[in-house]
């Protein structure tokens, strides 16, 4: 009977034994977002229409190899998401649509924030280079056609 009661009472004696509490275990620290195809950082950015503030979640491309792969290879784009290209330092930026099978609007953005001009619903593979109209900060690469179905435009802001 000892031998069956003495694993019991250990048991018992665990179980009411302290424990350490949630306040004095570390939290984690906060995880950067990460693009599961990419590995890039997703990070917040908007554009500003008049009134209206757009909201995407974009992977950012900001080392070299990340900006000359881009949106590369990838079949697939959600409305709310895209890639921001920044531009240090900013220069005028010509684009093409090499190994890209998806239709994108390609929207450069000037140093004040402000969209410079946009190339909508670009062709898919298309070795064109397609420049900024000045010199640019940045590149927002978003789904073919999005800018126009939100009705983002020239002069618009566009914050990361």
């Not at 079949?75 to 190994?99: A, C, Y």
């Not at 998806?102 to 140093?111: F, K, M, N, R």
């Not at 020239?154 to 990361?160: F, M, N, P, S, T």
Request: hydrophobic letters at 40%; proline letters at 9%.
């Amino acid at each position: 009977m000892k031998a069956v009661l003495a694993p019991l009472l250990m048991g018992l004696l665990a179980a009411c034994s302290p424990q350490p509490s949630a306040e004095a275990t570390p939290s984690a620290a906060p995880v950067a977002s990460v693009h599961p195809v990419s590995g890039l950082e997703v990070i917040p950015l908007t554009v500003t229409s008049g009134e209206t503030v757009h909201r995407f979640d974009v992977e950012l491309a900001a080392s070299p190899e990340a900006q000359e792969r881009g949106l590369m290879f990838r079949t697939e784009l959600g409305d709310q998401e895209g890639m921001i290209f920044p531009s240090d330092p900013p220069q005028v930026r010509g684009f093409w649509m090499k190994n890209t099978p998806l239709p994108l609007d390609i929207i450069y953005v000037g140093e004040d924030g402000r969209i410079l001009n946009i190339h909508p619903m670009t062709t898919p593979y298309s070795l064109d280079s397609l420049y900024s109209t000045g010199i640019a900060s940045g590149v927002l690469e978003l789904r073919g056609g999005r800018a126009e179905e939100l009705g983002i435009a020239k002069g618009d802001l566009v914050e990361w």
